[in-house]
């Protein structure tokens, strides 16, 4: 069973900042956030990950509550393009398998 | 990033045929592949994790007479489905693991398979 809970689906406006939640009550010490996102008939595309800390890349940012139970990954500027199904993921990096949810349907509107 | 392909992109074949689906590593070696099954309008399934030169681990539920994969080389595995049925149609995706990349997994662009 997948370890992350996330909304089936959300929409935004085109050019605001998309905020996907994730909550992840039971990670381990010892385990990574990831996202992926996955457009329509196409493979899943890395987003970013993170442990503790925030991170930031060309992409997206991830914000990482203080606990370690929840998430939230933000595009800050959405484009009709980002529209897809993004999943949140937690894995230890000693455990190469990916065990994927439901994740949340953006739809990005104009 | 690292780029994985699959071959074809999608097929149609007639119900008691086999087809084989190929994946690539382009510009790096996978020690590891796996492939996953997707049906419409839900997640990935995780079908099994092959290694190269060695036999491939199958899911529970997973036929592996029916799903036959071979990882010959450090760049390349396949999936031959055995058989095919209609309710084999669904999406395929492969994906490579890169050791020296914290055990990331890069994923190909998958291929439709509608058998009828």
């Known amino acids: 069973d997948a370890k992350t809970t996330q909304p089936p689906s959300m929409d935004c406006a085109e050019g605001r900042a998309a905020n996907l939640p994730c909550n992840h009550s039971?990670?381990?010490?010892?385990?990574?956030v990831y996202w992926y996102r996955q457009i329509h008939s196409q493979g899943p595309q890395y987003i970013i990950h993170?442990?503790?800390?925030?991170e930031t890349n060309e992409m997206a940012s991830l914000i990482i509550t203080e606990d370690r139970k929840s998430s939230t990954l933000i595009l800050p500027h959405a484009t009709l393009r980002d529209t897809a199904v993004y999943y949140c993921?937690?894995?230890?990096?000693?455990?190469?398998?990916?065990?994927w949810g439901a994740g949340t349907k953006l739809i990005i509107k104009p | 990033g690292a780029v994985v392909s699959q071959h074809p992109s999608r097929v149609i074949c007639k119900s008691g045929t086999s087809v084989k689906i190929e994946c690539r590593s382009l510009?790096?070696?996978?020690?590891?592949m796996f492939w996953y099954r997707q049906f419409p309008k839900q997640s990935l399934m995780l079908m099994a994790t092959?290694?190269?030169?060695?036999?491939?681990?199958?899911e529970q539920g997973v036929e592996k007479d029916k799903f036959l994969i071979n990882h010959a080389s450090l760049t390349l595995s396949t999936l031959t489905v055995t058989s095919a049925h209609p309710e084999d149609s669904s999406f395929y995706i492969c994906?490579?693991?890169?050791?020296?990349?914290?055990?990331?997994?890069?994923f190909g662009p998958g291929t439709r398979l509608t058998v009828l």
């Open positions: 092959s290694n190269e030169g060695s036999k491939a681990t199958y």
């Open positions: 993921i937690v894995r230890a990096e000693s455990n190469y398998q990916l065990i």
């Open positions: 993170g442990l503790k800390n925030n």
């Open positions: 994906s490579a693991r890169i050791l020296a990349e914290h055990n990331e997994q890069f």
């Open positions: 510009d790096f070696q996978a020690t590891t």
């Open positions: 039971t990670i381990s010490g010892n385990e990574y």
